[in-house]
Structure formats: structure tokens, C-alpha cells
């Protein structure tokens, strides 16, 4: 959608609902290019509409692995849209190069940034879509372009032993699936009260230039940052109704 907010009230005007002839299912994160076409990740086939939340839909897909994220683009003068790249689990945050040239994107369930070029339809992972970083210690959640030729992601919780088995096999999961239930942790009362918050930034040669983190904070489940000259803002979704920052 686009609000436009130069008059008395905001007017929201819808640009796209689906890509391709697909319905969009849980549209995620968006960046603007220089040129204007926006850029935007579906993150999965799991919609919160039908499972009652985002982070419900994340669980699903966290558990069946569909890998039916898509990367679209749509462009405002034209109204056309198409699909840059599919085939991500849980198709997460995006950023557009410094240059412009390439897009960044999160793939948050198999601990992955990937980078495919702008222009590029209908690629999928491995023909036109890049593995830039791979076995992050967390999962990667939002994505935004930095100072300095940084980007920066959110780790919107660490990785753990139990889980990373639970992931590579599939009968573990069947058999979860099948006999309990997934926890909906979208709510504010199943938030912990303290956990782990972490961050880290790259850059287009693929290096590690930066990385913060904190255990056992008030302010936890980081999902992205926003850099300015001196601060870092932080997103989070631990529901404590506050804006959290660093300054640098």
C-alpha cells in the first residue's frame, strides 16, 4: 500500500495484491530502489490471515520448510509486478545495494542472506539468487541499508542445538506436528520477560564489520535496526511499547 500523508488525512491507496497471478500470502518487508521500483519479500505460503498471526505463520513455516517465500517487484509508473526469485524459507528482510545493483534478502529459517540481482525474473535459489552469508548464529529477521556502505540485520533470536536437529530431520518434525501443538509466542503474554538481543552489519565484499549483543535484556527479539550519523534505532517484537537505541 502507499499513504499519502500531504493532505488533512492520510489517503491509503492499494498497489498490489498479487504477483504473477499468485496472491500475495504474507507480504513481509520493502525497499525502494533509486530508480522507484519497489522491492518486496512474501515471506511464505503460510499467511497470518489463516493462522491468526505473523509469528504463527513463521512457526508453520519454520516446521514444514515449504520454501515458497518469493522475492517481487513492483513498479509504480507502470503497475506492472513480477517475481525477482522464489524458493526461500521464510522469505524475510530486504535491502537494496548502496549502488543499486543488487538486493539483499534475509532467509530467515535457514540462517541465510542471499544477494540477487535487481533486474533478474523468475530466478530461484542457486540460478540468480547468490548464498552471500550462510549459518548465522541467529535468525535473521529485518534487513536496511546502513552509513558507510554497512547493512544491517537483526538476529530476532539465537539458534539452539535442540532446534537444529529438530530442523534437519524430517521425521522429528512429522512427528511434532502430528502429536502436539505449535506455541503462538505472537502474543504480548507469551514474550519472555528478558532475553538475547543481537545484531550484526556486512558489507558488499561479504565481511562481518559489526556485532552487538546483549543476554538476558529487557529489550530482546531484535527484528532490525536503522542507523543514523550516531544512533542505532532497534525494531523489536517484545511488545514492552518502547524504541530501543545505541548510541555510537
Not at 509508473?77 to 548502496?98: K, L, P, W
Not at 523468475?122 to 548464498?131: I, M, T, Y
Not at 502436539?180 to 514474550?191: F, H, L, N
Not at 530482546?220 to 525494531?235: A, K, Q, S, W
Amino acid at each position: 500500500c502507499r499513504a499519502d500523508l500531504s493532505g488533512g488525512e492520510a489517503v491509503v491507496t492499494v498497489l498490489c495484491t498479487e504477483v504473477d497471478g499468485v496472491r500475495l500470502s504474507c507480504p513481509d518487508a520493502l525497499a525502494v530502489a533509486p530508480d522507484g521500483i519497489i522491492y518486496f519479500s512474501d515471506a511464505t505460503g503460510f499467511s497470518p490471515v489463516t493462522y491468526g498471526n505473523a509469528d504463527l505463520a513463521f512457526q508453520y513455516e519454520s516446521y514444514y520448510h515449504s520454501s515458497d517465500g518469493r522475492v517481487c517487484a513492483y513498479d509504480p509508473a507502470t503497475g506492472q509486478s513480477r517475481v525477482v526469485a522464489s524458493g526461500f524459507s521464510g522469505a524475510n528482510g530486504i535491502a537494496v545495494s548502496h549502488d543499486g545493483r543488487y538486493l539483499y534478502v534475509c532467509e530467515t529459517m535457514e540462517y541465510s542472506v542471499w544477494r540477487i540481482p535487481a533486474g533478474i525474473r523468475d530466478g530461484v535459489k542457486g540460478n540468480g539468487a547468490e548464498l552471500f552469508l550462510s549459518n548465522l548464529p541467529g535468525y535473521p529477521d529485518n534487513l536496511s541499508a546502513g552509513e558507510d556502505g554497512r547493512y544491517w540485520v537483526g538476529l530476532v533470536s539465537p539458534r539452539t542445538p535442540s532446534w537444529d536437529e529438530m530442523l534437519s530431520g524430517t521425521l522429528l518434525r512429522k512427528v511434532f506436528l502430528r502429536y502436539s501443538q505449535i506455541e503462538d509466542t505472537g502474543t504480548p503474554g507469551a514474550m519472555p520477560l528478558t532475553g538475547t538481543a543481537a545484531v550484526f552489519a556486512f558489507d558488499d565484499e561479504g565481511n562481518i564489520t559489526a556485532f552487538c549483543m546483549a543476554e538476558d535484556t529487557e529489550y530482546h527479539h531484535i527484528t532490525g535496526v536503522c542507523e543514523t550519523e550516531d544512533r542505532l534505532y532497534f525494531h523489536s517484537n517484545n511488545y514492552t511499547g518502547k524504541i530501543g537505541y545505541l548510541q555510537k
